[in-house]
């Protein structure tokens, strides 16, 4: 028995991480969440010099420096940029670098702020600037001048180490794929294994195809974001002593700056003007949580199709009783699923009953 059941068992606890197999060796890409460790471990040892120079010219990887991912010129490389420009719309130019060494040196923009909210947001756009090059790489690789690989980078860049740990630094760890576990073991969604799955449907398939499947992972990689930004708005106002009140806030705000550009632009406006530590005195009352989750409840597409149904919200102890606490009515579900998740879903289904009918059979 245990020789049928076992190789079962691992490999359906696979599958809560993306087994996709890149065609092209992107190693040096997925490294991106090794520099990502690295920013954390000199930022939050207060060491501003060491940061600046990882995010600046670290020796991790022979290609892509965080700034340079930072600051990448998407049109000017040959993708389409309109994620990139939405982005813009609701941040404003120069946001992912202006904002990585703002933070990093608590100067700038970050003037007046504690260090626990400078830190914070160092790390977490650390994570956000990883994405903003996945989504560069993913739309290149549907456009015009794209190729398989801007693909498969694309994937190396959501989701960090995948072949071999280097540092310390586990698979699928300091990376927007493992926001996306987080969040989902919080919630009890599956947006990361949608994001996986639009990732291998768009391999070795055509640009339009490519184009589709991009959509796809915009609308998860939104509900994850969404659903971050409220999970910290409520933890902050749980905080006993203001440095875990900051610090929920900075990663709060950070992690929606991460999805900003994804979302309904009078929604990310909304929370840009009311949630951001930069311009907004501390919060003390549900009135930004609860105007955030209103706008969310009366916006119907938070962004690529999916609705605030789709975060599963109450399934989150801390927002359980959302819906009573800030008078809204939660929308229904309107995502759209992966093609093929629920073949794989039924073929999980079908793997159950098979060890099921061999038990009965022994
Ligand atoms: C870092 O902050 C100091 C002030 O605390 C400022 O003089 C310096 O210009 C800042 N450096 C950068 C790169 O922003």
Same mark, same amino acid.
């Given at each position: 028995?245990?020789?049928?059941?076992?190789?079962?068992?691992?490999?359906?606890?696979?599958?809560? =991480?993306?087994?996709?197999?890149?065609? /092209?060796?992107?190693?040096?890409?997925?490294?991106?969440?090794? =520099?990502?460790?690295?920013? !954390?471990?000199?930022?939050?040892?207060?060491?501003?010099?060491?940061?600046?120079?990882?995010?600046? /010219?670290?020796?991790?990887?022979?290609?892509?420096?965080?700034?340079?991912?930072?600051?990448?010129?998407?049109? @000017?490389?040959?993708?389409?940029?309109?994620?990139?420009?939405?982005? #813009?719309?609701?941040?404003?130019?120069?946001?992912?670098?202006?904002?990585?060494?703002?933070?990093?040196?608590?100067?700038?923009?970050?003037?007046?702020?504690?260090?626990?909210?400078?830190?914070?947001?160092?790390?977490? /756009?650390? *994570?956000?600037?990883?994405?903003?090059?996945?989504?560069?790489?993913?739309?290149?690789? @549907?456009?015009?001048?794209?190729?398989?690989?801007?693909? =498969?980078?694309?994937?190396?860049?959501?989701?960090?180490?995948?072949?071999?740990?280097?540092?310390? #630094?586990?698979?699928?760890?300091?990376? &927007?794929?493992? #926001?996306?576990?987080?969040?989902?073991?919080?919630?009890?969604?599956?947006? !990361?294994?949608?994001?996986?799955?639009?990732?291998?449907?768009?391999?070795?398939?055509? !640009?339009?195809? !490519?184009?589709?499947? *991009?959509?796809?992972?915009?609308?998860?990689?939104?509900?994850?974001?969404?659903?971050?930004?409220?999970?910290?708005?409520?933890?902050?106002?749980? @905080?006993?002593?203001?440095?875990?009140?900051?610090?929920?806030?900075?990663? @709060?705000?950070?992690?929606?700056?991460?999805?900003?550009?994804?979302?309904?632009?009078?929604?990310?406006?909304?929370?840009?003007?009311?949630?951001?530590?930069?311009?907004?005195?501390?919060?003390?009352?549900?009135?930004?949580?609860?105007?955030?989750?209103?706008?969310?409840?009366?916006?119907?597409?938070?962004?690529?199709?999916?609705?605030?149904?789709? *975060?599963?919200?109450?399934?989150?102890?801390?927002? &359980? =009783?959302?819906?009573?606490?800030?008078?809204?009515?939660?929308?229904?579900?309107?995502?759209?699923?992966?093609?093929?998740?629920?073949?794989?879903?039924?073929?999980?289904?079908? &793997?159950?009953?098979?060890?099921?009918?061999?038990?009965?059979? #022994?």
């Amino acid at each position: 028995m245990k020789y049928i059941i076992a190789p079962l068992l691992i490999s359906l606890a696979n599958a809560g =991480d993306c087994d996709y197999k890149p065609g /092209n060796d992107v190693t040096d890409h997925s490294k991106s969440a090794v =520099d990502a460790l690295k920013l !954390k471990e000199a930022v939050n040892a207060g060491d501003t010099e060491k940061a600046m120079e990882i995010y600046t /010219n670290p020796t991790t990887r022979s290609s892509k420096k965080p700034q340079d991912m930072a600051t990448k010129d998407w049109a @000017g490389a040959g993708a389409p940029d309109d994620i990139y420009q939405d982005y #813009v719309a609701v941040l404003g130019e120069n946001f992912l670098d202006g904002y990585n060494i703002d933070a990093i040196n608590c100067s700038g923009q970050f003037e007046g702020q504690s260090s626990d909210i400078c830190k914070i947001a160092a790390v977490k /756009n650390a *994570l956000c600037t990883s994405l903003s090059y996945a989504f560069y790489e993913f739309a290149k690789s @549907g456009g015009d001048a794209g190729s398989e690989k801007n693909w =498969d980078e694309g994937f190396a860049f959501w989701h960090g180490l995948y072949d071999e740990e280097i540092d310390g #630094v586990e698979l699928g760890s300091n990376s &927007a794929a493992a #926001v996306q576990s987080s969040r989902d073991s919080n919630y009890k969604t599956d947006h !990361k294994g949608e994001t996986c799955q639009r990732i291998k449907n768009g391999q070795d398939k055509d !640009k339009a195809a !490519k184009k589709k499947e *991009l959509d796809g992972i915009a609308a998860s990689i939104a509900a994850t974001f969404s659903q971050a930004t409220l999970k910290y708005a409520a933890e902050m106002l749980q @905080g006993e002593d203001q440095a875990l009140i900051d610090k929920k806030w900075g990663e @709060g705000y950070t992690y929606f700056r991460c999805g900003a550009g994804l979302m309904d632009k009078d929604l990310a406006m909304y929370i840009e003007e009311n949630f951001s530590p930069l311009t907004n005195e501390k919060m003390t009352d549900d009135t930004v949580l609860c105007g955030i989750a209103s706008k969310m409840a009366e916006t119907k597409d938070l962004g690529y199709g999916i609705s605030m149904g789709d *975060l599963q919200l109450t399934n989150f102890e801390t927002l &359980a =009783d959302l819906e009573t606490r800030c008078s809204i009515t939660i929308p229904v579900a309107t995502m759209e699923l992966a093609d093929s998740s629920s073949a794989i879903k039924s073929a999980g289904l079908i &793997a159950v009953g098979a060890i099921a009918a061999v038990i009965a059979l #022994v």
